[in-house]
């Protein structure tokens, strides 16, 4: 299927080109045709599957077209796109202005930690769609700031995260100030039980669109695990990143503070790494993305608040500091690399404690993760390859691929050595340490 076969203008066509797409991902060839007939969608997707653009591209079109219950752009904010944080809030902005170039439309993006005297300003000067986070939009409606009274089409992004983060409460009150009339569209990678129960409150008779498991992993990504005291992960982060080739590496703690001395850590030994995480001002978090994006800093340690939502190219390794405790919260961070077909590795350190965790997450993967016995790939071992979630082909990558099993030395791209059925002098050694 090509987007010409969708349906969608010239204008946005042009957009789609000049964004370098080729064809449809299966969420926007299954999305985009019921959202221009007007229908209310229960999207489950996961995240790099293209789900903004199949919302965003048939949006932009219906506030274009004067037929179909559209209109000419008036400046009135028509539609209404809630997202949990403030990272995704600008990628949404971004995309929205990359796809209406050509459409004369106007959308402005509004969220906490900043000065809203600029964003005030901006949604007076003529809005037709508006990215927002939902406790920065309640202050502005409370203050009079900003209507809702013409919004035409809500979406509700990453639902499931807004309920981890608590903004269930402020998306009801926000609802209390649309029309009724509305067509709403909601997208979650997740579908846990409060998440449902929204939806069958605020959709009329939603087309459900799921182009993935609920919680499935990235099926290009090698899953690696490595067993280690808790006092012991500094030196084995340090370790892992000094004896692997990545292009940008993204390592989860659980804590903020955590995060920050990882950061410190990695870079009183000579590796550039930055922090990021909620205590971080607005103005030091975009520039700590810009700098990754850049590979000017090609590591940064950040806590779940980057687990949805960044979206950053080439990341090669997620590192996983802190094992979280929860599945789906390991299938969304793993979820910044393999994406578009990419290869991709995560390594997670796992503490006696953490034990549970592990075992959990392996159940939702349907499989083990490959334990490693050394960092570098010094020692021989018998040589396999990392356990994939799913078995498919691997698509293209603009990275090097893992190198396949049988190879000469007995590692992959990842720098781990598969656990073979001798213990090498090595891990003797190791655990003596401990």
Same mark, same amino acid.
């Given at each position: *299927?090509?987007?010409?076969?969708?349906?969608?203008?010239?204008?946005?066509?042009?957009?789609?080109?000049?964004?370098?797409?080729?064809?449809?991902?299966?969420?926007?060839?299954?999305?985009?045709?019921?959202?221009?007939?007007?229908?209310?969608?229960?999207?489950?997707?996961?995240?790099?599957?293209?789900?903004?653009?199949?919302?965003?591209?048939?949006?932009?079109?219906?506030?274009?077209?004067?037929?179909?219950?559209?209109?000419?752009?008036?400046?009135?904010?028509?539609?209404?796109?809630?997202?949990?944080?403030?990272?995704?809030?600008?990628?949404?902005?971004?995309?929205?202005?990359?796809?209406?170039?050509?459409?004369?439309?106007?959308?402005?993006?509004?969220?906490?930690?900043?000065?809203?005297?600029?964003?005030?300003?901006?949604?007076?000067?003529?809005?037709?769609?508006?990215?927002?986070?939902?406790?920065?939009?309640?202050?502005?409606?409370?203050?009079?700031?900003?209507?809702?009274?013409?919004?035409?089409?809500?979406?509700?992004?990453?639902?499931?995260?807004?309920?981890? *983060?608590?903004?269930?409460?402020?998306?009801?009150?926000?609802?209390?100030?649309?029309?009724?009339?509305?067509?709403?569209?909601?997208?979650?990678?997740?579908?846990? %039980?409060?998440?449902?129960?929204?939806?069958?409150?605020?959709?009329?008779?939603?087309?459900?669109?799921?182009?993935?498991?609920?919680?499935?992993?990235?099926?290009?990504?090698?899953?690696?695990?490595?067993?280690?005291?808790?006092?012991?992960?500094?030196?084995?982060?340090?370790?892992?990143?000094?004896?692997?080739?990545?292009?940008?590496?993204?390592?989860?703690?659980?804590?903020?503070?955590?995060?920050?001395?990882?950061?410190?850590?990695?870079?009183?030994?000579? #590796?550039?790494?930055?922090?990021?995480?909620?205590?971080?001002?607005?103005?030091?978090?975009?520039?700590?993305?810009?700098?990754?994006?850049?590979?000017?800093?090609?590591?940064? #340690?950040?806590?779940?608040?980057?687990?949805?939502?960044?979206?950053?190219?080439?990341?090669?390794?997620?590192?996983?500091?802190?094992?979280?405790?929860?599945?789906?919260?390991?299938?969304?961070?793993?979820?910044?690399?393999?994406?578009?077909?990419?290869?991709?590795?995560?390594?997670?350190?796992?503490?006696?404690?953490?034990?549970?965790?592990?075992?959990?997450?392996?159940?939702?993967?349907?499989?083990?993760?490959?334990? %490693?016995?050394?960092?570098?790939?010094?020692?021989?071992?018998?040589?396999?390859?990392?356990?994939?979630?799913?078995?498919?082909?691997?698509?293209?990558?603009?990275?090097?691929?893992?190198?396949?099993?049988?190879?000469?030395?007995?590692? %992959?791209?990842?720098?781990?050595?598969?656990?073979? %059925?001798?213990?090498?002098?090595?891990?003797?050694?190791?655990?003596?340490?401990?």
């Amino acid at each position: *299927m090509r987007f010409e076969d969708l349906r969608l203008t010239e204008p946005l066509l042009r957009a789609v080109r000049a964004a370098g797409y080729a064809e449809p991902t299966p969420i926007q060839s299954t999305a985009i045709p019921h959202v221009l007939n007007g229908r209310d969608v229960l999207g489950c997707a996961q995240t790099g599957t293209g789900k903004t653009a199949a919302f965003a591209l048939p949006i932009l079109q219906r506030l274009s077209e004067p037929a179909g219950g559209g209109r000419k752009p008036c400046g009135r904010i028509r539609a209404l796109v809630l997202c949990p944080t403030r990272e995704l809030a600008q990628q949404i902005h971004d995309s929205f202005d990359g796809y209406a170039r050509h459409t004369g439309l106007r959308q402005v993006v509004v969220f906490g930690g900043v000065n809203q005297k600029p964003q005030v300003r901006a949604v007076r000067a003529g809005s037709d769609i508006l990215i927002a986070t939902p406790g920065r939009l309640l202050d502005l409606v409370g203050q009079g700031l900003v209507s809702l009274a013409d919004v035409e089409i809500l979406v509700l992004d990453e639902a499931d995260r807004m309920l981890d *983060m608590g903004f269930l409460p402020d998306v009801r009150r926000i609802l209390g100030h649309l029309p009724r009339q509305r067509q709403t569209l909601l997208f979650s990678a997740t579908m846990p %039980s409060e998440i449902r129960s929204l939806a069958n409150q605020i959709l009329r008779d939603p087309v459900a669109v799921q182009v993935a498991r609920v919680s499935s992993p990235v099926p290009t990504v090698g899953h690696w695990v490595h067993h280690v005291e808790r006092t012991q992960k500094p030196m084995l982060l340090l370790r892992l990143l000094q004896s692997i080739t990545f292009t940008r590496a993204l390592v989860f703690t659980r804590t903020k503070h955590g995060a920050d001395k990882v950061a410190k850590h990695l870079v009183r030994s000579g #590796v550039p790494a930055a922090a990021l995480h909620g205590n971080k001002s607005q103005g030091a978090r975009t520039r700590t993305l810009a700098e990754f994006r850049s590979a000017r800093t090609p590591v940064l #340690v950040a806590t779940d608040i980057a687990a949805r939502g960044l979206d950053v190219e080439d990341i090669s390794h997620v590192i996983n500091y802190d094992l979280t405790g929860d599945p789906e919260t390991y299938v969304h961070r793993i979820g910044r690399t393999g994406r578009a077909g990419a290869t991709g590795t995560a390594v997670s350190f796992c503490t006696e404690e953490e034990h549970g965790a592990l075992r959990a997450i392996e159940r939702l993967l349907l499989a083990p993760l490959q334990r %490693s016995i050394d960092i570098g790939g010094r020692e021989e071992a018998a040589p396999r390859q990392p356990v994939y979630a799913t078995v498919v082909p691997a698509g293209p990558s603009h990275r090097r691929r893992l190198r396949p099993a049988g190879s000469r030395r007995g590692r %992959s791209r990842s720098g781990l050595s598969s656990s073979g %059925s001798r213990t090498t002098r090595r891990e003797t050694a190791q655990r003596a340490d401990r």
